[in-house]
């Protein structure tokens, strides 16, 4: 069997965490009944608030799960709070003692208000290859089933592949417990408190999150998620929020292609910088060449085993947002659930609607078959690229230098999106996101050493601009389009483009105007470093962004490898 629970673990069962013995306590109640995905599903239709549509869900993956034909999909509306709240988290591993004492007491009694209502339990397997597979259990309350019906199918019900997992890999990493309490309660000023307390409690050495307070089910997949990069990261893989996907070119129609293979390509960025839109484009509007093979391993989450050169997915569906979405798009017919959505009797059915018309951050669970083939595991990335936003940055840079590369993952800048639950002042300021993961609860120079090691394997480092290139100002920008953007990423997987050093920055090449030209003319008329207006104030602000991120890295925990700083630190060469 794969990952352990507590009794194989633990040497000495004196080494448990209190919460993770709260946890176990709880999990293991006579009171607490086991469900499967379709029980959760026909417990969901029953709670108020949740609404039936009369779109069916995906009918291959409704069979997989367990649910009658015909199941229709659910439509659940979370209240004030639609997004992710980072405020919410505290980390028990780094609470002093007095405040640790003072959340185990206030977790035990948190537990019993949740023992008072009725209570089920769900289990289900994280990791789509048998070399990478970690069990978890998630308990909350009945009035929570819907949640329940959503984590199992983000996840695995472990019903659905019990003997795989049976003869998975072992894996020296403890199972996962989640709990969740809607309806806690508690007025102390230590936890953030938006009209009512929330807490996410993370203890990632012993694979516990306590989610009270809180009813998106974002909190529920992305901390079991951060459970699982947290114990890739053990296991010495890199952890990665972001996409990846396989292009066989041997296949294409023009055998001039034929000699590039198969290559893997990997975005890392937040909500709304177009990791989603970059992975999961059938075709990258319209420029790969004809006849060509792709499969995608997952457009949010995935492991890169360094040692052994391949990839391994963590999930079998995806977590969309819906903005782009209008009633007839195809891609509804593989939708599984649905949150925050307006729905509108449209000829006499209830139909769901994107478009964010209701709320910001609609979210829909969706079959990975919506975007074609798709594989467990993939091939070693031939190029990883950071989705920046970043103004004084061209529409697109290749690193020479790797210390650089990873210099700049560590200090990826991009700005928050409606995804999470911040202000609207908030959304509008560019903040670091070392690798573009907000959910890292390890030292970032742990990162930093993953990602080292796979430049080291002559893999490619890129950045793409997703939000413009200066013009005259930081707010008078050139548009990047994504069909741009698209065209840039088949130019890097075909080889297309040559390069010559941008001269702002040692260790970094841009297009040279002849290769460029021939797939975007015009390029140059529009993202010119050498033309732009107001030439002074631009120089000002990037060496201002280049020592803030210098900055960022000297006050982070890479400070505490000195000679992994100062690798990253003079990487940085300015040269205007």
Known sequence: MASKDSFSYFSDLREMSQIRAVAETLMNSSKVRKVTASEAYEMAKLQPGISETDLLI???????????????????????????????????????????????????????????????????????????????????????????????CNFRPIETIEAEYKTSADVPILDIILVAFNEWTCDDPFYNNVGAPQLALVDEIQNVVFCLGMRYFGERKKNTLTMGWTSGIKLGL????????????????????????KRSIAFFGLSGTGKSSHTNSHTNGGTLPKGFKKVVLHDDAFQIDVEKNICRGWEPTFFDKTDSREPGNKDWEYTISLMNHTILDIKGKKIPVGLDIRNPNGRAL??????????????????????????VLP???????????????????????????????????????????????YELYKDVEAFLKIADTNAEFYSLNSKGYWKSSDSD???IPLQTSLTLQTAVLTD??????????????????????????????KYDHRKISNFEEYKALLYDRIHLRIYFLKQSDVATKPELLNRLVNSFNINI
């Open 496 to 525: 297309a483009l040559e390069w010559e050093p941008w001269e702002f920055i040692t260790g970094t090449l841009i297009p040279t105007p002849e290769s460029i030209h021939k797939i975007l003319p015009g390029y140059y008329q």
């Open 238 to 261: 890199a952890a990665c929020h972001g996409g990846i996907k396989e292009i066989d070119f041997s296949t294409t129609e023009d055998p001039e292609y034929h000699q590039l293979g």
């Open 58 to 152: 995906y009918p291959e993956y409704a069979k997989e799960i367990g649910l009658p034909e015909g199941s229709k999909v659910l439509n659940d509306c979370h209240g004030n709070i639609v997004g992710r709240t980072a405020k919410a988290r505290r980390f028990y591993n780094k609470l002093e003692t007095k405040d640790k004492d003072k959340v185990d007491n206030d977790i035990r009694e948190a537990v019993y208000q949740m023992e008072q209502y009725p209570l089920i339990k769900a289990e289900a397997v994280l990791g789509m290859d048998k070399d990478l597979m970690i069990k978890a259990t998630f308990v909350t309350t009945e009035s929570d089933a819907f949640n329940v019906f959503n984590w199992l």
């Open 477 to 479: 920008l050139e548009r």
């Open 395 to 441: 529409p697109i840079i290749k690193f020479t230098d790797m210390n650089l590369a990873v210099a700049m993952g560590a200090t990826l800048m991009t700005e928050r999106s409606k995804a999470e639950n911040i202000s609207a002042e908030e959304l509008n300021q560019l903040v670091f996101e070392p690798f573009a993961n907000p959910f890292r609860i």
């Open 366 to 391: 969706i079959s990975r078959d919506v975007i074609g083939a798709s594989v467990n595991r993939c091939s070693f990335p031939k190029a990883l690229t950071w989705l920046m936003k970043d103004s």
